[in-house]
């Protein structure tokens, strides 16, 4: 890995680089988190949400001290309560309507109004209050965060940059994603010191679209091979070859792995140009994390993960079956249904062991290298920041955690 | 050897190296910079802000969560650990705790305030003033959602003999002309073992084929139609759905699932479970009542039918599908009203009509 060192200009006095230490204790953690949530019906996730953030914060440390977490999980509590007294009238309303709209038509109509308020008005609003909350709830050295700024301002900022996303077939995406990056950074502060954001989207857009081409080939391939059976279908009078069909299956299926994969590398990538662009106060972030290694890390924790949980999967239903038959004695119902119940606990154990092991491999490696190939360098020092004076929301983000946003 | 620490005031991020020392007289911990200077906390505010791990930094604070910060080694814990009795404890946030649990009182008893009673009411209100239009497809995907969920994957099929339709018409007509309704409610039978019957929002009613082969007399069809038609006279079948639509909602809402998919189907559900009232199943018998004596059927027949269905439960042992009894608790109790408050009559039908009835589903 290329050295922090290499990146500073000699006028950029010191340099503070981010450390991921690594505490043990993450795996009883998870444990814990898993099985209470079970036991509570999913009510603790708001609890186990706030351990597994202490988590993270504490183990990144800069200049010797570690990031605090000082969010609680009733806060975050509250504010579900709250996301709830104020959709659910809105809720009960459309649910009524659509219940009651018999007509497959109308259902349609009230489906796509519903998802389209959740997707613009609720969705940006709820990103900016959670990024709200987490900042004014993490310290450092005893400083917190702070973040101002209008809820309504952000929607129109959203609101628009996702028209011009639409209207240019998603080529802008990015551009929306910077201007919103801009406005919350800007509004961002740590202590005294104001944060600011300095990108621009033209390199993000140029990115953006090396990912889109490949899948958008291949997708006209997939077309003009469809196209092309088609008109044989129409010059021969033969009837179409489903064969031609299934054909163009595999292009489309190429073009959705390589969007995915393109997708995650550049997130990784325009996490680092959003960092290397963000000022706290004098300093400026730096990072130098391998959009490629993220990619390599992702893929291969998917691949051999499928590939265990495929395997101890069959071995244990090849065990159930053979059990089941010697219990069953023949009966082919009570065979069945053992076969059924014992596919039915093993999907669950394989769902909790997987999102688990997520967590404890994958999401820690991914953390540890952000962290690790991050720092702060600029003139100046870090002992000069007063503490924030902007004010703290009470609550947190109870539409976030509706939405499920924001992996930490 | 002196422990040592680095002590943030909380105002600035300023690192002062301290040595950390407890002062006994006063109950204090001493941190005391390399000019001398020494900041005291009292032993029973300090707190630690995470659970600490050998081998790594320990961090203090005070009770007040936005205050100062101590981090030292984790020999410190030597020292502080007896030291400190509430070292674990969560900090006094009475305001907030007092906040949360009035939020969560809030939110439960306005829960249950809907659940309770601003649903039902809502219901009927709305009941009562619904679009027929609306309720005809309500009605009739109702319909098609309950022989779904009959018929395992598909639709239970419609039984259509015309000669049977013919029977039942009649029975409906008269029955609906004695309870004073305007339109006789459409009958249908459903091609499913099951011994019920069910009104439908509407003007609908189902009758199970379950129901015609268990049935001793046409008396006894007569009765549970005439109860049926007596839901329908309220408006119950309705209510209920409205009722029910709106709680899938809210328990959606709850558990996470906004966009409420399963409204629909919890509707059918209950409606198939028939989760009426006592006071909804006591008003409808007690119209099937005056219903059957104005239109002359004997009610013995639906004395005879509760009667027969009870040994028929007890003998299966409660199988898997809801029945006109398990849905109906206290069939003695009703079994004994009409034999009482009950009229003798003559049938619902003639011997021929029951026959073609009998057969509507095309086997015998």
New interface residues.
């Given amino acids: 890995m290329t050295s922090v060192d290499a990146v500073v200009p000699s006028e950029e006095k010191t340099l503070f680089r981010l450390v991921f ?1 690594d ?3 993450l795996f009883t953690l998870l444990l814990k988190n898993m099985g209470l949530t079970i036991i509570t ?2 009510i603790y996730r708001f609890w186990a949400r706030t351990a597994l953030r ?1 988590y993270w914060w ?1 183990n990144v440390v800069i200049d ?3 990031l ?1 977490y ?1 969010g609680t999980g ?1 806060e975050l ?2 504010g579900f ?2 996301f ?2 104020v ?2 009238p809105f ?2 309303v ?3 309507l ?3 709209a ?2 497959p038509k109308w259902q349609a109509v009230l ?1 796509l109004g ?1 998802y389209v308020f ?1 997707l613009f008005i609720l969705l940006p609003v709820a990103m900016f209050r959670a990024r709200r909350y987490r900042m004014s709830r993490t ?6 965060g702070g973040m101002t700024g209008s809820t309504l301002r952000f929607l129109a900022i959203t609101i628009g940059g996702f028209v011009a996303t639409i209207l240019s077939c998603g080529i802008l995406a990015p551009w929306m994603r910077i201007m919103q990056t801009r406005y919350i950074t800007n509004c961002s502060s740590f ?1 005294d010191q104001d944060l600011n954001f300095d990108g621009k989207s033209g390199g993000l857009i140029l990115r953006w679209l090396a990912i889109l081409a490949l899948p958008a080939l291949l997708v006209v391939v997939a077309g003009l091979m469809l196209a092309a059976a088609a008109a044989k279908h129409q010059a021969s009078g033969e009837p179409v070859v489903p064969e031609a069909s299934i054909l163009a299956i595999i292009p489309i299926g190429l073009a959705v792995a390589i969007f995915a994969i393109g997708l995650i590398w550049y997130n990784v990538y325009e996490f680092r140009y959003t960092l290397n662009h963000t000022l706290i106060g004098t300093l400026r972030l730096r990072s130098l994390i391998e959009p490629f290694v993220v990619v390599g890390y992702v893929l291969g924790f998917f691949i051999v993960g499928g590939f265990a949980i495929t395997l101890f999967l069959g071995t244990v239903i090849a065990f159930v079956v053979g059990i089941a038959a010697v219990f069953a004695q023949g009966q082919k119902e009570a065979m069945g249904a053992i076969i059924v119940v014992a596919v039915l606990v093993l999907y669950l154990v394989a769902f909790i062991a997987m999102s688990i092991l997520r967590v404890l491999i994958l999401d820690k490696a991914i953390v540890k290298m952000l962290v690790d190939t991050a720092a702060l360098a600029g003139p100046g020092g ?6 924030s004076t902007v004010p703290m929301p009470g609550s947190g983000e109870g539409m976030a955690d ?1 939405f499920d946003l924001g992996a930490f | 050897m002196a422990i040592e620490g ?1 002590y ?8 002062h190296d301290v040595t950390l020392s407890v002062d006994v007289a006063s109950q204090c911990l001493v941190m005391r910079d390399a000019g001398g200077a020494a900041e005291r906390w009292p032993l029973a505010e300090i707190r630690l ?3 600490p ?1 050998s081998g ?2 320990v ?1 203090y ?1 005070r009770a007040d ?5 101590l ?1 030292a080694g984790d020999d410190s814990l030597f020292l502080l650990k007896p030291a400190c009795p509430n070292l674990r404890k969560t900090p006094p946030r009475e305001r ?2 007092a ?2 649990a009035f ?2 009182g809030a ?1 439960a008893f ?1 829960v249950a305030g809907l659940v309770i009673f601003s649903l039902p009411y809502f219901a009927h209100e709305l009941a009562l003033v619904f679009p027929p239009k ?1 309720e005809q ?2 009605g ?2 109702t319909d098609q959602t309950i022989r779904t969920l009959l018929g395992g994957g598909h639709q239970a099929r419609l039984c259509q003999t015309a000669a049977g339709h013919d029977a039942l018409d009649r029975l409906a007509f008269r029955l609906a002309r004695a309870a004073g309704m305007e339109n006789p409610p459409h009958i249908e039978v459903v091609d499913t073992p099951v011994l019920n019957a069910l009104a439908l929002p509407g003007n609908r009613v189902l009758v199970f084929r379950g129901l015609i082969d268990k049935a001793p007399d046409s008396n006894a069809l007569a009765g549970v139609v005439a109860h049926e038609f007596g839901h329908i006279a309220y408006r119950h079948p309705l209510e209920a759905a ?1 009722r029910q ?2 709680l ?3 328990i ?5 699932d ?3 998919g399963s ?2 189907g919890g ?1 059918a559900l209950v409606l198939l479970n028939s989760a009426y009232s006592r006071e909804a199943e006591e008003a409808a018998d007690r119209a099937a009542l005056t219903t059957l004596a104005t239109a002359g059927i004997d009610s013995d027949g639906m004395a005879k039918f509760f009667r027969m269905v009870a040994q028929e439960e007890r003998k299966s042992g409660g199988k898997t599908w809801p029945t006109f009894t398990m849905s109906h608790p206290d069939t003695g109790a009703r079994e004994a009203m009409f034999r009482q408050e009950g009229h003798p009559g003559g049938l619902a039908m003639p011997d021929a009509d029951w026959r073609k009835v009998k057969t509507i589903c095309g086997v015998d």
């Fill in positions: 230490t505490r043990p204790g019906l999913g202490r504490s010797g001290d570690s605090e000082t009733a509590f509250l309560l709250f709830l007294l959709v659910s809720g009960l459309w649910g009524l659509k219940a009651f018999a007509d489906t519903f959740l310290r450092w050295r005893g400083i917190r202590g870090l002992g000069e920041i007063r503490q509706a | 680095k943030f005031n909380g105002l600035n991020s300023a690192r802000v995470e659970r791990i790594f930094p961090r604070r969560r936005d205050g100062p910060r981090s907030k705790a906040r949360l939020w969560i939110a306005g609306l497809k309500i009739l995907a409205i639509s709106g899938s909602l809210l959606g809402l709850l558990v996470g906004v966009y409420g409204v629909v509707a």
